[in-house]
Structure formats: structure tokens, C-alpha cells
């Protein structure tokens, strides 16, 4: 540790020590270094217009282009039924509906959705009329915390549309039929949707509720 | 994450030269693995020109038989195309062996060629890196390494390409169809886009600077039984250990060629030629001069018994 550049910043200099393999990458500590405490210019933040179509509403909003589709909905229209979890695709709490497809809400642009449909949490139902799969979760204990639950929710009404269209899962037996509305089914595709209380067994039975029996 | 222009490509050739007259601009198009990096500031983009909004999003046939994928096909519809489960089973199957419904749904034919490795020495910036940092060393070395190559590797680096479909490509023989910045076309075999990592593991692909993937063929069919055996730490949504694309004729002959081991799909010719001698003999011709590490010691003996796996589902002798 001694040897790095006293030009390093004090936080700098934890961060390279709280790693445990700090030891092992000494020999290149100079290189190392360099990239820590070299310039990092600042860029002046772009701006664009982007409309939004959230939940059957227009959105006209005026955004930074870092801004994902999930801080578009949640720090900018207030919907914050859309949970960010790791924020980099590996949980699946910002799980949502695009143009009839379910993505990452986290890992996409705002502007690059520029014009399209978005479905959220609040889009599906209300706690007055919820939707048959809100209704589902909560009959069945779907949920400990709740934090993954609209992603899961929002995945979950993806998922049945997606096996009734016909698209094929890695558990999928034969490639060329249709592939069977089981739990093992629901099991692999809602594999992107993590919960880390562990309801999986009551998610799946809230599945299986809507779809009406999962063999 | 670092601001950056953002502009809409009007055609391949126009994003092309966009890329290539403007420093520090890249592709974006599924974003999947570009963002994930640019939160980490290991990418930097000054501009992104999405190309989402060009027509390279259909599957069509071609003059001799095979399909024509178009560069921005989604992973979900490559995988449920009927022609691709009928025909090149083996694509399909490695397609939704990745990742996860959300992320295939968004990720694109092209960005899955070119998506970077998940090595965790590149996805921390306080570590040395080759890749990530020209010059600065490979804390993988001695580090964690269980997901890490042991065939076509160097001193200066052992990440792994993380891709499942591109191994059913390698098998395929698929080629890479792009276009220059200048406009010009060419064909690239996919056994020579990805690059092995030598002394310049930053440099990963053959692609010149701004030229752009316009759609992936596929010869026509060649028939057999197709197989994408894929091993990994959890059931679903992992990356890969190892994996073993496949297509085994009736006859015993055929084609492997394995994912998880190298720089990128890993095939050797004397692999395919050894098949019909059983699972002992392919695994060694594929892993010919493999090196591993205290982590990943486990790897040759794993593709081992995939490959024998796949041979005692094929019906042949394993």
C-alpha cells in the first residue's frame, strides 16, 4: 500500500484497500493507480424531449439521456410501484410492460421508448379493481416484504401471454410443439424475477390460480 | 454514469459512419449489457446512435437455402422462430439457455455477438484488468477464476465470452454480415469474429472501428439430432461453467463446440473428427493444450461428461 502515488485521495486509497485481492494485483498498482487518480473530464448533461404513453396516459417530459425507463417512471412521474432493486438486470423488481412485452425497466433508456406503450403496476389495477393476478398474489401470500412484487406480478402476466403465444423456455420438452402451461414452466421463465424472502411456492400458486391449473 | 449525445440512426451505412466520425461513440441497441457497463462507468460512451429504428429486425431466407437473421432480431423471437426450432434446434435451445425472459425480450441478435465477458476482475474497476485497462494486469490470474478459460487463453487474460447463442452459431458455421462506415459490405465466418485475447484482450472482435453488424446467415439446414447442453451454478438464468452445442447424425459423425472455455465459442476441427470415437476422444481433441487454474481445474473433466451426455442422448455411443 505504501508504494501507491501520494496523489490518490484518502477515499481512493480505501477503496483499493478493501479489496481483498489488492494484494495479488501489487505488481500493477502503478497502472492501477493511474486509472484511479487519472482525469475524469465532465460532460455537460444532454437533455431531450421524450413522450411516454404510461398506462394509457401521454407524458411529455424533458429528460437527461442517462435517465433509465425505470427513473423516468419513478422519479419523474411519480410511479413508484416499480421497484429498483440492483438496478443492473440481475432482480427484476423494475420488471414492466413495453409495447406487450415485459423488460427491464432499469437496463433500457427513456429515450429510447420514445412513443411507446408502458405498462406498470398501477397500470394493471387498482387495489379497488385489482387485477385478476394482483388478486391472485394476495389470495395466495404471494409475497413477504412486497418489494419484488410488481416486477414478479408484472412478469407473471407476461409470462402466461408469452407460453400462449407459443414461445419456447429452456424446460421446453419438444421445440416444434407448443409448450405446455405447467409450474415447471412458470418456474423457468420466471426465473429473472428474484425474491428474496423466498414466496416462490405461493407465486407459483398464484400462477397457477389465474392460469387456471398449471399441469 | 458518464453523459453522454444521443442520436437515431436513419440507415446501417449512416450509423456506421456516425460511430466511425465521432470519438467515443458506440451502438446501443437492446442496451443490456452497454448500460449495465456504462452504470459502472466501465463504458464511457461521449454518443450513442441507436439503431434500433433500422430495418434489420426480420428472419428471411436465402438464396441457397439458409435464413438470414437481421443484426437487431430480439433473442425471444430468434428463439421461437418456427423455422429455427425445426431447422437449427441447436440455436433455439442455446437462445433460451441465456439469461432471462425480460433480457431476451430486449437483447438483440448482433448486441448478444458482442456483449462483453462478466469476468469479475473487468466488472471491478479497482481491479487490474487488460481488458477493461490496457497494460494493467490480470487480477483473474490468481484470483476467482471457476468461470475463467482454460483453452486459447494468455498471461494477459482469461475471461471467458459469456455468450450462449454464439456457440449454436459457431456450430452452424453461421457468418457475420456488416457494413463500413464507407457504405462497403462484407462477410465475415463467425469463427473469425471473435478474437482469441493474446496480448490485446481489449481488442475482442475483428470489426473495424464503426462498422456495424447488419444480420447473421445461416447455411442451409444440415440436419441430426441438435443439442445445447449447458451446465452453470444455479438452474436458470447463470452464465455458463461450460456448454456443448451440438448436432450428431445418425451415422455418429457431427459437430461440437463448446461455450464457457475460451475467449470465444470454442471449436477445433480434430474435435468434430474425434466425435464418432466417443466422448474421452472429442473432449480431448477440444481441449488440446488446456490450461486451468486452482478454480477451474474441474472444467475439462466437466466437458467431458457433457459431451458424453449429449452422446448418450443422441443414441450413439458416448
Redesign the interface.
Known sequence: MDKLPLKMTRRQVLIAGATPAAASVLPAAGALAAELTGPTPTRAAVMVPVELNVNGKRHALELDTRTTLLDALREHLHLTGTKKGCDHGQCGACTVIVDGRRINSCLTLAVMHDGDKVTTIEGLGTPERMHPMQAAFVKHDGYQCGYCTPGQICSAVAVLDEIKAGIPSHVTGDLTARPELSKQEVRERMSGNICRCGAYSNIVDAIDDVAGGLA | ??????QRASSPAEAAAAVARTPGAKF?A???NL??LM?LEIETP?Q?I?V?GLDLDTISKTDDGGLRIGALVRN?DL??DARV??DY?VL??AL??G?????R??ATTAGNLLQRTRCP?FY?????CNKR?P???C?AL???SRHNAIVGASDACIATHPSDMAVAMRVLDASVETVSPSGQQRVIPIADLHRLPGATPHIETTLQPGELITAVTLPKPVGGQHFYRKVRD????AFALVSVAAIVQSDGSGRIAAGGVAHKPWRVEAADAALPRGAKAAAAALLQGAKTTHDNAFKPALIERTIASVLVEAGSQA
Open positions: 454514469m458518464k453523459a453522454f449525445a444521443y446501443i437492446g442496451g443490456t448500460l449495465d452504470k461521449a450513442l441507436d434500433n425471444t428463439a421461437a426450432r425445426k434446434a433455439s435451445r433460451v439457455s439469461a432471462s425472459g425480460q433480457l425480450n430486449r476482475y471491478d474497476s479497482n481491479q487490474a485497462h497494460g494493467s494486469g487480477a490468481q484470483g476467482f444455479r438452474a436458470s438464468y
